[in-house]
């Protein structure tokens, strides 16, 4: 196996580029790597094109094994499903499932990607610089909800670069209903992506899943994912056998997967469980709320009581109004005890929230006011 050392330079890409090339048409697997392993890797199985490192958000990182077959089977329902082949834009780091798909996706639509220089972080100016690169013709790139909003904050060049790509692929967390509806609203074209590094990145996409995936939901909501763009295992472990059972619940509304976030991370507060996406949806559809993030918080007679991290934008209703609209949309379990304002939510790895962190910032010291209603 070959370990390509990333430092977010476009030439530590070159070389994952040329190793993944390789790899596609047969050649020694592929570990992207930012630093030394944490832990012994074990050796790929055979058939192996790449490796990739989970986040370890919900535990201690695996490396996930992928083949050939699966990032092939991924990026050709991709590009049937965006309207057909295109340039790609690399604004990700590239040692995610995430960055590593745009590489193969643009490998197998004929050119290599054009990479934005990620050394000193995501900026809107070289994000601007790096499209105008890509030259004429259909554009594609992938960002995560945190890039998305830079961008849209920052304006100018860098929004109508945005506004130049015929898809935008947001995953790596959940995409606020109210910074999608902001995207779309100044000429976006956001696409919704959900999946992970077992699937081969994104296999479902707004709500739709990609050609040959299958979902199905398990009577809890548990999501489980078959189809070609599936893991092998992970090193060390027991094959999956063509089925992944995630750690995410979900639901069909309308025909769609609506995703209600990770089974962890289910509030059980009073007997009654509450799903922190859901509230975080209802929080971030109201006029003035621009990102907002969920947690349980430890309590003596509850259990658990809910809380709220917010980033307020002008006009935040106040508390009350907030919590009525959560009232009206999902019932009083799910209506938060403490809401807090913050500048920013924390977020770890490519840009999923950081809950403990936004627990600390949340917790509550004093017992909270009982609700009425």
């Given amino acids: 196996m070959r370990t390509i050392t990333l430092d977010g330079s476009p030439d530590g890409v070159d070389a994952l580029v040329g190793a993944l090339a390789a790899a596609l048409d047969g050649g020694p697997a592929v570990l992207p790597w930012t630093g030394a392993a944490p832990f012994p890797i074990e050796p790929a199985p055979p058939g192996t094109a790449v490796v990739i490192a989970t986040s370890g958000s919900t535990g201690e990182p695996r490396l996930v094994a992928l083949t050939a077959a699966a990032l092939r089977a991924s990026a050709a329902a991709t590009a049937a499903r965006l309207g057909g082949p295109a340039r790609w834009l690399l604004a990700l780091p590239a040692e995610h499932v995430a960055g590593v798909q745009v590489i193969v996706r643009a490998l197998l639509a004929g050119a290599p990607p054009v990479v934005q220089d990620l050394r000193t972080g995501f900026r809107p100016d070289t994000f601007a610089a790096a499209t105008d690169r890509l030259g004429p013709g259909a554009r594609h790139t992938s960002l995560v909800p945190t890039q998305l909003l830079r ?223």
Avoid: H, N
Avoid at 172 to 201: C, H, K, Q
Avoid at 258 to 264: C, N, Q, Y
């Fill in 151 to 373: 961008v849209l904050d920052a304006g100018g060049d860098a929004l109508d670069a945005l506004r130049g790509y015929r898809a935008v692929l947001v995953g790596g967390a959940a995409l606020d209903t109210g910074l999608r509806r902001r995207a779309l609203d100044a000429g976006v074209a956001v696409v919704t992506t959900y999946g992970m590094s077992e699937t081969a990145g994104g296999c479902v996409y707004d709500g739709l899943p990609l050609d040959g995936v299958g979902v199905d939901l398990e009577p809890d909501g548990r999501i489980v994912l078959t189809g070609p763009t599936l893991a092998t295992g992970y090193l060390g472990g027991s094959p999956f056998g063509g089925r992944f059972r995630t750690g995410d619940l979900g639901r069909w509304t309308d025909g769609r997967l609506e995703v209600l976030g990770r089974a962890d991370d289910v509030i059980v507060t009073g007997g009654e469980k509450v799903a922190p996406a859901a509230v975080e949806r209802v929080l971030t559809a109201q006029p003035g709320v621009l990102a907002a993030c969920v947690v349980g918080v430890a309590d003596a007679q509850w259990g658990q009581v809910v809380a709220a991290a917010v980033v307020p934008g002008a006009d935040r209703p106040d508390d009350d109004s907030l919590r009525d609209a959560v009232r009206d949309a999902l019932g009083r379990a799910a209506v938060p005890r403490r809401l807090v304002d913050v500048p920013e939510i924390p977020i770890r790895g490519i840009g999923k929230p950081d809950r403990a962190a936004v627990a600390r910032l949340v917790t509550v010291t004093d017992r909270p006011e009982p609700l009425t209603g």
